[in-house]
Every structure is written in structure tokens, then in C-alpha cells.
């Protein structure tokens, strides 16, 4: 090559690099003084990286601070199919099945997918977790996530309701106050590598974590589990379709216990049926039968029409109005209406309820709280059945002095027996207590006392607890219910069960009822039972359903330490 073409080339070469330099220099000058904004935050969003931080569901406890719903960190596993070779697979999905009870072939569907993350199972238990660790399967790994414990189980399942997968309360307290108990997530700043791999925390703020929460109930989980108790054994003996009852302070309002059968357990909700899942103290109305008799007197009497001694002819059990004749259980003669309602004649109920027109009548029931909702915090609740009197028959009065042609929740009828046992107040059931901190240790908010209307003069709501109820346990009906040293009042109740979409009953097919005071003297409790369909030994309120309140009712004044009185009352076998 000749110098002369060396030179040339050379120079070409110089003016190339030094058209590139220029140009490099230009594109940087671009980019600093154009774009400069730009590509920093492009680099900022590949070093910096937010990561959500999860709130914790606030706790669920007792009137005594006892937890009956919390959220604990759970094991949940997954695994990346892709980092799996094909010929480890099928051990993998036989170990993890195994181990952690899954059905044949759902871990190997999983596998299957050609993805980078599927899940195995979400919220394991420790031991399970443990037992996956132990295995060091190859693509497997654990997320931390949080789960709601229910550390009683089974029990005020459907006051408590339950959650999702996802923590979001989907029944009962869950879901009523669900925005309260979950609280708000948070953001957290991180630094990133070029490999995307976390290396510390930003110095960008961070959105804090707000955690749900907290609730106290009303609830007294000692009254609680002997409620529950008493149900398993009258269902166990009556073998009855569904069970509820409801125990109330009729000073307060609130709600000493509450539960139903069949039960569930909220962990595992899935297992059980709808409507075992359902709250039938709250939510599932039936007609009263006999034990909505004292709320007819109870208005009879406020509106003077009768007096405790006024006389009525019972007509030895059998009684035509119109086209109908009414039936007592046993033949009765002359009874006053104190004894009418000991003795529960129907007879004498519809000679009573005649005295009142029929909207004096309708409008004591109503002021009862009956055909309406109590406004207890509990979703989904029934107003019951009562239906205005334009809807009336000439035989409706003559049913409701009966309980028929109305329908009531056990929570209505428990709070409308709290009017006789608080001097005439119609108070508003309540289950919350108040709003605490997450920690449960700081009360944020105090539930105001509930509302309340004086409905029933004082003297007239002594009458009926110390005298008229006090005499169906002690002469009447409900003998099987009276204690040693407590004087308990209330009314027996024997419905029959209304058809469904179709008018009459079922044959058969009865619910066993019981309102309870004790001590009437000076009452602590309130206690409403409703059985539906026994099939034991007997369906009549007075043997199926008393003598389980009378339980209740003893084993809780031992536990609130109410002394026994000095006079015995005995115990001796009842009509029904």
C-alpha cells in the first residue's frame, strides 16, 4: 500500500471518530438537557420499588376482654412450575398432596401450568408448614399472610359470622362492621439492585399501615358456653330441627349471650350448610304460640278493659266463635285472667282480646317492637310478621290472643319480656360494647346506651313478672321450670309451624317455646328458647323448652354469685 493511500485511509478513519465522538457528545448534551427529567425517573422507578404492607383485621373479644376472633401470620405455599424439572414433578405433587391432605391430582394440575407462580394452599397450618419445610421440594416456597383464628371454635359462630378468603368479612359481626375491623394497607419505599433484588429501604416516605380495629361485644363468653351446652343437651334429648336462644340484661340491653344449633365452625364455613350458617335468633321468625299471651294481657290491662281478677267462662275446653271453635289442652271451667294465663287457655285469651278493639290492639303489639326490626347491629335481621289491620280477619284478633297470625324472631320476643322485667321500658337489644384499639387495650369509642321507650306503667309491668308469669312457673304450665332459691317468671309457648308459601300448617310439625325472668324479684336476666320440631318424647313449650331455660338460668346466677332466696318453691310436674 502506498503511503499516499495509508494517509487517506487514515485520515477518513480520524474524521469517522471524530463524527461519532461529536455526535455521542451531541445525543448526551440531548439527553441532560432535554430529557434529563425523563430518564431520572425512569432510573428512579428501576432503583426504587413499593411494596404493600398489609393491615391486620382487628380482634373480635368479649365484655371481659377474652378473644373470640384474631388474625395471626399463616404459612401459605406456592410453587414456580417452571423451575421444576418434568422428571421431579410427579414427586413433588405426591409429597405436597400428601402432606398436606389434597385431593389426588390437584398439585400435579397445578404443576402442569406453564407459569413462574401458582398457589398450593393458602393460610396451612404450623404443623403442616413444618412438615413442607422439612420436604425441601424443589420450586417450593412459603409468603407469610395473615388468617383469622377463632380460638373457641364452634362457639357464637353465627354472632361472629366469618371471613374470606381474602379476610373480608362475609356474615354476622364480620361483615357488619367489616370496613372498621380491616383497617387501611400501607406502602413501603425499597431499594432495588440491577437484578431487581431488594437491597434496603428508601428514603421516600412511606404510607403508613393503618391496622383495623378492634370490638367488645356484650357478650359474656362464660354465659355463653353454658347456653350453648344446654342446647346441645336438649337437642340431644328433643332431637329438634333448629335450636336458638337469646339472653338478654333487661336494664341494658345488651346481650348476654346468643347462639343456635346446628353450629358451625367459622374457620371452615364451607363445610357446613346456608342454613346452618344462619343466625335464627336474629334472622328466622316463627309464630309464638302461647308465650305471646302475656304481651294481649299486658295491653288489655294497660287499657283497662280487664283487671288480674277479672272472671271469664273457659267453657270446659271447647268454644265456637263464628265459624271456629277454639280448644284448650285440658278443660277448664271459671278462670280469672291470672289464671288464664298460668293455665295458658286459649279460651280465655280470645274472650280477653275481644274486650280491645282492633287497633288498640295492633298498636300495643307494634309498640311491643312487633312487625319491625330491634336495630341490633346484626345484618339481615327479620322485622317478623304482623300484619296491619286492614289486613284483619273477623278471627285475627282471636289468633294473635293466641300467637298466631304473627310472626317473631326469638330477639323480638326476648326484648319485649324485658318490658315486664325493667318496670315498662322497651329497650334496644345491642351486641357491641365499643370500639378498641388493634391491641385491644385502648377504647377508642364507647357504645352509647341504647335506646328506649317507656311502652308500660311500672305497676302494670310488676303485675305481670312478679304475679301473672311468676304463677305459670309456680302453678301453671311451666312447673318443670321452677328452682331451688330462685323465683324464676315466664310463659310456655306451643306452636304449630305455618306452611311455606301455602296457608295452614304442617301437621306435626310444632315449635317449643319459653321466655324466662329470673329472678323476678329483681331480674338479672332475660332468657328466650325456641326449639324447633321436636321429635323426642313430647313438643309442648313446658317440658322441651322450660325446663332447658331453668337450667340456663340457675347455672348463670352461680356464676354471677346471685344468691339462693331462703323459701324454697317446689318443683312438682306440669300441665302442659
Known sequence: MSPRIFLVRRGMVHLIIQAAFFA???????????????????????????????????????????????????????????????????????????????????????????????????????????????????GVAFVEENTRRYPNGASLCHVLGFVGADQNGLAGLEAEYDSLLTGQPGEESVLRDGLGRRVGLSETPAKP????????LTVDTRLQRIVEEELAELDET????????????PWTGDVLAMAARPAFNPARFSDASVPARENRAVTVCLEPGSSFKPIVVAAALAYGVVT??????????????????????????????????????????AQICARMTPDDLYEALRA????????????GESAGILHPTDRWSGLSASSLAMGQEVSVTPMQLTAAFCVFANGGWLVQPRLVLGILSNDGKTVLHQAVSPARRKILDDATARLLCNDLLAGVVERGTARRAALDGYRLAGKTG????????VRGYEPGAYSAVFVGIVPAEAPRFVIGLMAQRPKGPSHYGGIVAAPAVARIAERMLAVRRVPRAARVVPCSVAMH
Open 24 to 138: 455521542l457528545c451531541l445525543r448526551m448534551a440531548v439527553v441532560q438537557c432535554l430529557y434529563h427529567e425523563h430518564y431520572a425517573a425512569l432510573a428512579g422507578h428501576m432503583e426504587h420499588a413499593t411494596v404493600a404492607r398489609p393491615a391486620r383485621r382487628g380482634s373480635i373479644l368479649d365484655r371481659n376482654g377474652h378473644p373470640l376472633a384474631v388474625t395471626v401470620p399463616a404459612q401459605s405455599i406456592w410453587a414456580n412450575p417452571r423451575a421444576i424439572a418434568e422428571s421431579e414433578r410427579t414427586r413433588v405433587a405426591e409429597q405436597l398432596g400428601e402432606t398436606l391432605d389434597l385431593p389426588p391430582g390437584f398439585v400435579a394440575e397445578r404443576l402442569a401450568r406453564k407459569k413462574y407462580f401458582v398457589w398450593i394452599q393458602r393460610r396451612v397450618s404450623d404443623e403442616q408448614a413444618e412438615r413442607v419445610h422439612a420436604l425441601n421440594l424443589p
Open 209 to 216: 399501615v393503618r391496622h383495623g380495629r378492634s370490638l367488645a
Open 238 to 249: 328433643h332431637r329438634t330441627d333448629a335450636v336458638s336462644a337469646v339472653v338478654m340484661d
Open 308 to 349: 288480674p281478677e277479672t272472671i271469664f267462662d273457659c267453657h270446659q275446653g271447647r268454644y265456637r266463635i263464628g265459624s271456629r271453635v277454639l280448644h284448650d289442652a285440658h278443660p277448664l271451667g271459671r278462670l280469672s285472667v291470672r289464671d288464664v294465663i298460668a293455665y295458658s287457655s286459649n279460651i280465655g285469651m
Open 368 to 379: 311491643f317492637g312487633f312487625g319491625q326490626r330491634t336495630g341490633i347491629e346484626f345484618p
Open 494 to 501: 306451643t306452636a304449630q309451624i305455618a306452611r311455606t308459601n
